[in-house]
C-alpha cells in the first residue's frame, strides 16, 4: 500500500504521540492480570516462610526478596546485625530534585498456635476469595506490596525526581536490636527519606459498605512504671494495716479513677471532625462535643464504655497489667507491685504526669520505681497533614475507594516513630478490611489471620499509585 505525502505525515505524527502517550499510559494500568498472578505468587511465597519472632529468621524472606530484585537489575544492599535477622534495601535512583519516598515493611510475624487455625498458618491457603496466613494483614501484605511496587517502577522505566527506597526490615514484633534501631543508628543514610509509607492505617468496611479510610499520622508512646508498695511481713492469721498487697489495691484503685487531661492535637482534632461529618446524627452530636470539651463529659463516658480505642486517643492512658504479691496463703507479704502501661500522648510531660500520679496515690508505702523510659520508640511530633504525601494518598484512597480519609492517632506503636524523630514525614496505610474480620478472630496477631484477595490486589495498585504520583516526574517536583 502506498501513501501520500500528507498521509504519511499523519502516521509519522501517530506514531510519535504513540511513543510518547504509551509510557504513561503504562504506567498507570491498573488490575492487569499478569500483574495481579505475579503479586500473588510472591505474596504467597513469603508467607510460607515461617519467621515467627522470637526467633524471628528474617533471612529467609530477605533471601527471597533479594533473588527476586537483583534478577530485576536492581540495586538491592543487605544489612544485618545479626545474620539470621537481616534488612534488605533497594533503591530506584531519581533525578535528585526532590528527597527520597520510602516504603517500608517488616518481614517478621507473631508467633501462632496452629492448633487453632483451620488452614495451616505457613501455607498461603487460599478459599472462598480469602488468602489465610500469618502475616497476610501484619505485615507481610507491605513488603509484597513494596516488592511490587519498585518491580514496576523499574520495569516501565519510569522516570523519578525522588529515589524511591524499599526497606523490608526485621525485628518490628517486639522490638529488639536487629531492625529499624539498627538501620537507624548505623545506616541512616541509607533508608533516610522526605517522606515514608508503612502499616498503620487502612480502608474501613462495614456491613459490606466502606465507610472511610485511615492515615495513621502520629502514635502514643509507650512508658512503664512499676509500682511497689512495702509493708511489714506477719502471719496471715494477725491482719496488719501495713498489708502491702492493701496498699498496693488501694493506689491501683485510686489510678484507675485518676483521668489524665483531654488533650487533641491536630491529627485527633481533624479524625473528629470528619467522622461527625459520617456519622448518624446522634453519634455526629457525641463527637462533635468532644471537639469542645466543655460539652463532652457524657460522650467521653460512652466513648470509655463503648468505643475504647477512640476514648484512648482522646488522653494519655494507664492501665494496671501486672500485679505480683505474695507467696504463702498464711504469709503477710513485705512487698507487692504492679506494672502500669502507660501510653502517653505525643507531646507529655512524663515528669510533669508521673508527679500527679504520686499525689493522686498519697500514700508513703508506694513507691515509683524502675521507671523504664521508652525502651523500642522514641517520642516525635505527628506528621504534617498539609504535605504533599497525605494530599497523595487521600486523593488515591477516594479514586481507588470512594473513601474519605481520616487523620488517626494510634494507641499502639510502629517503627515509624523511629523515622518521625529524624523528621521524616511519616504516614501508615493499608488495604480494605471488614470490621466484622477483628471480633471473629481473623485480624492481625489474632488466633487466625486472613485477607480478602480483591483487597490484596488493590492495595498493591493503591501503593503503586501513590508512589507514582509523589516520585515521578511530572509530580515529585511539587511544593508542600
Known sequence: MRFGRTELTIILLLIGLTAFVSPLLAQNVEGEPGIEAESLRHFQAILRLDTSNPPGNERLVVDYLRKVLESEGIETRIFARDPQRPNLVARLRGTGRARPVLIMGH????????????????????????????????????????????????????????????????????????????????????????FCLA?????????????????????????????????????????????????????????????????????????????????SPEEARRFRSILDDRTSEAAQEHLAINQPRLYSTLRTSISPNIIK????????????????????????????????????????????????????????????????????????????????????????????????????????????????DGPLGFGAHSDQERILEDSFHKFVRFQHAVVLELAGRSSANRQD
Request: net charge negative; glycine share 8%.
Open 199 to 279: 502499616e498503620g492505617g487502612g480502608v474501613i468496611r462495614t456491613g459490606n459498605q466502606v465507610r472511610f479510610a485511615t492515615v495513621a499520622t502520629t502514635e502514643k508512646i509507650a512508658h512503664t512504671i512499676r509500682l511497689v508498695a512495702r509493708g511489714v511481713a506477719g502471719h496471715g492469721s494477725v491482719p496488719l494495716r501495713s498489708n502491702a498487697i492493701v496498699h498496693l489495691s488501694q493506689a491501683i484503685a485510686r489510678i484507675a479513677a485518676f483521668r489524665t487531661d483531654l488533650r487533641l492535637n491536630e491529627t485527633t482534632r481533624i479524625y473528629f471532625e470528619r467522622i461527625a461529618a459520617l456519622s
Open 325 to 436: 504479691g505474695g507467696y504463702l496463703r498464711n504469709v503477710i507479704p513485705s512487698e507487692a507491685e504492679a506494672t502500669l502501661d502507660i501510653r502517653a500522648v505525643p507531646d507529655e510531660d512524663m515528669t510533669a504526669l508521673l508527679e500527679r500520679l504520686r499525689q493522686v496515690v498519697d500514700d508513703p508505702a508506694i513507691s515509683f520505681e524502675k521507671i523504664l523510659p521508652n525502651a523500642t520508640r522514641p517520642a516525635a511530633p505527628p506528621s504534617r497533614l498539609d504535605a504533599v504525601a497525605f494530599r497523595v494518598i487521600e486523593s488515591n484512597y477516594q479514586r481507588l475507594y470512594g473513601a474519605m480519609t481520616l487523620p488517626t492517632m494510634m494507641t499502639g506503636g510502629t517503627d515509624m516513630a523511629y523515622l518521625r524523630a529524624r523528621g521524616v514525614q511519616c504516614y501508615g496505610i493499608g488495604p480494605l478490611l471488614d470490621s466484622e
Open 107 to 194: 518481614t517478621d510475624v507473631v508467633p501462632v498456635d496452629a492448633s487453632k487455625w483451620k488452614f495451616p498458618p505457613f501455607a498461603a491457603v487460599r478459599d472462598g476469595g480469602y488468602i489465610y496466613g500469618r502475616g497476610t494483614v501484619d505485615d507481610k501484605l507491605s513488603v509484597a506490596a513494596g516488592l511490587m511496587t519498585i518491580l514496576q517502577l523499574k520495569r516501565r522505566g519510569v522516570e523519578l525526581d525522588r529515589d524511591v527506597i524499599f526497606l523490608a526490615e526485621a525485628s518490628e514484633e517486639g522490638g529488639g536490636p536487629n531492625g529499624i534501631t539498627f538501620m537507624v543508628e548505623n545506616y541512616w543514610p541509607e533508608i533516610e527519606a522526605e
